[in-house]
Nanobody, 119 residues
């Protein structure tokens, strides 16, 4: 059973920083593409950042230069460092793991971590 558990959310003032972490169990993260998504109230869940098994990264345009995704395969964790936070970054942030084995596709989500940016 694969489990993803996010931590590190909270309330921070505009311009502040937060670091989200996602701890995985039940599967070897090293072979998986990991990602962070976010969903604001009344909006769709959107990709924030992706990190491939090779370490290559992709970011949404509105977080480029502010957010950094990283992974530690030995610790089975993926993190999202968020700097220069804006009220528009307020959302529930979800950790995601995807991989394929042959024709089978696997897609797992964490339970989400609330991030609120407010004065």
């Amino acid at each position: 059973q694969v489990q993803l558990v996010e931590s590190g959310g909270g309330l921070v003032q505009p311009g502040g920083s937060l670091r989200l972490s996602c701890a995985a169990s039940g599967s070897n993260l090293a072979n998986h593409t990991m990602a962070w998504y976010r969903q604001a109230p009344g909006k769709e869940r959107d990709m924030v950042a992706i990190i491939g098994s090779s370490g290559s990264t992709t970011y949404a345009d509105d977080v480029k230069g502010r957010f950094t995704i990283s992974r530690d395969n030995a610790k089975q964790t993926v993190s999202l460092q968020m700097n220069s936070l804006k009220p528009g970054d307020t959302a529930v942030y979800y950790c995601n793991a995807i991989w394929t084995i042959g024709s089978a596709k696997y897609n797992y989500w964490g339970q989400g971590a609330q991030v609120t940016i407010a004065s």
